[in-house]
């Protein structure tokens, strides 16, 4: 599953992600990064089964933990007019030959944009909500 973590300007000079791979004991895949001096975001890929331990330990030391909704598409309600190819910013949505239009999941990185889906005329793509796993720890 897909998380936000925001940094403020406090904790970006620290190896924070680093430290709760070694505690945690887990891969941390990150998506993007957007950071400075300033503070700064990253979409980062967890293993869902594990969620709520790692979120836990990146909100103990002081990181704003969100969790993205993913998007869902309609095939019904989408025409394949094109209209969200060109939009993303993660390159994740490719007209096809047959002219019907394909959502890479990997790539998208769901509410944290959100382009596509305030952009669709039909209504076809929608946000669809993560569930953070209730596995050991009690934290939040
Ligand atoms: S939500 Fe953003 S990243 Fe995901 S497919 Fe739509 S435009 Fe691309
Ligand atoms: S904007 Fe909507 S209708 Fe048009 S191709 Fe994308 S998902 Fe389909």
């Known amino acids: ?19 709760v791979i070694l505690e945690q004991k887990v891969p ?18 967890i293993p869902t089964a594990l969620s709520e331990n790692i979120i836990g330990a990146f909100r103990e030391k002081g990181v704003v933990v969100t969790v993205p909704e993913l998007i869902e598409v309609d095939g019904e309600k989408c025409f394949s007019c094109g209209a969200c190819v060109s939009l993303c ?11 019907t239009v394909f959502f890479d999941k990997d790539k998208c990185v769901g509410s944290a944009c959100g382009i596509c889906v305030d952009a669709c005329p039909s209504r076809a793509i929608k946000s669809i909500r993560q569930n953070v796993s209730k596995s050991k720890s009690n934290s939040h």
């Open 28 to 45: 941390v895949n990150i998506i993007s990064a957007h950071i400075d001096s300033a503070g700064g975001e990253i979409l980062a890929e």
């Open 1 to 19: 599953m897909r998380i936000l973590l925001k940094f403020s300007e406090k904790l970006v000079e620290q190896p924070i992600t680093a430290q």
């Open 89 to 99: 910013p993660m390159n994740a949505i490719k007209s096809l030959e047959d002219s």
